[in-house]
């Protein structure tokens, strides 16, 4: 018997300035589409009720950072008040292997906050009022303590072992990342 997996919704984080790739990361053309159209379909796949891009680009499920550059946690500060209660899986834009199977995990998961050991990303989150409150305070907080793994410990999250997924788990933030992971390498 197979255990249920309540709704869940996603957040892609598209809202750096991809400074060290030297061009929009959400942009970049992966297997005929653009990464951004890749990882909310991915999300989509994996079983998301809804999927939310958080920056600002052209699509009618982006909410635009109201303070720039300041980090995935920082963006999802701002971004939760927008949000419904309930399961977010939080994916970065530059994670194109990240697969269904590695999403099902995180959404199987009954933890308020999960991760992958070693990875802040992919993130279940739980929102409610306590998370709630955590991001809020995160959002004041001095910018050395914004940051995913901030969250995650404020929730007591859990940490899920890799198991081989690492491969999954590889995001590109420069040109020769990103030429090493469309190479295969």
Known sequence: ????????????????????MGRDKAMLPWQGRTLLEHMRERLREAGAARVVISGAHP???AIPDVVRDGGPAAALAQLAPRLDDGVWLLVPVD???LDVSTLGVLAASSADCAIFAGHPLPMRLVLDPRSRAVLAALAIAPPPQRSLRAIHQAL?????????RNARLINCNTPEEWDALRRGD
């Open 1 to 20: 018997m197979h255990a249920m997996i309540s709704p869940w919704n996603g957040v892609v984080l598209a809202g750096g300035r991809s400074s060290r």
């Open 59 to 61: 699509d009618p499920d």
């Open 95 to 97: 994670m194109p292997l």
């Open 156 to 164: 007591a999250g859990d940490v899920i072992d890799v198991e081989g």
